[in-house]
């Protein structure tokens, strides 16, 4: 039988070019969104065969939720190959304004918590059997933090983090885990932004890597490799030259803002 992949946040973006991409390699699909009409729109422009892909309903920080359909998705299709968390929100803060807290908790919610119960329903099953690849997306932004993204660099941080924590964990049972860092991909998360962008990918371009890393069983890799270059140049500098680079760069426009 082929592959099985579940991804989270399929609706648009990345995770909807992740799940074209895997198609097109003949994989059989479980998609997870919080906008399940949107996704079988999708579903039914590319002419997906009903066979080979499921919907399931829920949104990532909801964690009574995602163990559900975690039991549904083994269930009617089996424990997945590859599981990649990818559902994730990017809203500017400011920690001056009361508001903004909760900003933050949403958004290490659904980034990390909806993470984790992502992996959750799948992790003791992939163990027992021996193999299996989670995937967290995470960021470059993960790598140094930018004014006024506190929460999202934070939580792709975090991200990085737990994912390596992970890994040590599942690796004596043949469960790998990789740990994806996108640099800047033309999504509706980024077109809102208000600097330039450099290295823009399209999220097919990004896909492709993507499942290539995936495949090879990388630990971690920034896509594309020339960010991943700038970021790691980025976090060599000390300080007080990091901070001149951004002083008067425009902040991440806040929800409402």
Not at 6 to 17: H, M, N, R, V
Not at 203 to 231: E, H, K, L, T
């Given at each position: 039988?082929?592959?099985?992949v579940?991804?989270?946040?399929?609706?648009?973006?990345?995770?909807?070019?992740?799940?074209?991409?895997?198609?097109?390699?003949?994989?059989?699909?479980?998609?997870?969104?919080?906008?399940?009409?949107?996704?079988?729109?999708?579903?039914?422009?590319?002419?997906?065969?009903?066979?080979?892909?499921?919907?399931?309903?829920?949104?990532?920080?909801?964690?009574?939720?995602?163990?559900?359909?975690g039991?549904?998705?083994?269930?009617?299709?089996?424990?997945?190959?590859?599981?990649?968390?990818?559902?994730?929100i990017?809203?500017?803060?400011?920690?001056?304004?009361?508001?903004?807290?909760?900003?933050?908790?949403?958004?290490?919610?659904?980034?990390?918590?909806?993470?984790?119960?992502?992996?959750?329903?799948?992790?003791?099953?992939?163990?027992?059997?021996?193999?299996?690849?989670?995937?967290?997306?995470?960021?470059?932004?993960?790598?140094?933090?930018?004014?006024?993204?506190?929460?999202?660099?934070?939580?792709?941080?975090?991200?990085?983090?737990?994912?390596?924590s992970?890994?040590?964990?599942?690796?004596?049972?043949?469960?790998?885990?990789?740990?994806?860092?996108?640099?800047?991909?033309?999504?509706?998360?980024?077109?809102?932004?208000?600097?330039?962008?450099?290295?823009?990918?399209?999220?097919?371009?990004?896909?492709d890597?993507?499942?290539?890393a995936?495949?090879?069983?990388?630990?971690?890799r920034?896509?594309?490799?020339?960010?991943?270059?700038?970021?790691?140049?980025?976090?060599?500098?000390?300080?007080?030259?990091?901070?001149?680079?951004?002083?008067?760069?425009?902040?991440?426009?806040?929800?409402?803002?």
């Amino acid at each position: 039988m082929s592959e099985l992949v579940f991804i989270t946040g399929a609706s648009s973006g990345i995770g909807q070019a992740l799940a074209l991409r895997y198609y097109q390699d003949g994989a059989r699909l479980a998609l997870v969104a919080r906008r399940t009409d949107e996704l079988a729109r999708w579903a039914a422009e590319q002419q997906l065969a009903p066979d080979r892909f499921a919907i399931y309903g829920a949104d990532v920080a909801d964690l009574e939720a995602m163990a559900r359909i975690g039991r549904e998705c083994i269930a009617a299709q089996g424990v997945p190959d590859v599981v990649i968390a990818n559902a994730g929100i990017s809203v500017g803060m400011d920690t001056a304004v009361f508001d903004d807290l909760a900003v933050m908790r949403r958004t290490f919610e659904t980034n990390n918590l909806g993470l984790a119960a992502t992996f959750h329903p799948f992790v003791a099953a992939m163990n027992a059997r021996g193999h299996g690849t989670l995937v967290g997306i995470a960021s470059v932004a993960s790598i140094r933090g930018l004014p006024g993204h506190g929460a999202y660099c934070a939580s792709k941080s975090a991200v990085v983090a737990y994912c390596e924590s992970l890994r040590g964990e599942c690796r004596p049972f043949g469960v790998r885990v990789v740990t994806l860092l996108p640099g800047y991909i033309d999504t509706p998360l980024t077109r809102s932004n208000r600097y330039s962008m450099p290295f823009l990918m399209t999220p097919g371009a990004f896909a492709d890597q993507a499942v290539r890393a995936i495949r090879a069983q990388v630990s971690y890799r920034v896509i594309p490799w020339q960010m991943g270059v700038v970021a790691k140049l980025l976090r060599l500098l000390p300080n007080w030259l990091y901070d001149k680079l951004l002083a008067g760069r425009p902040r991440k426009q806040r929800a409402g803002g």
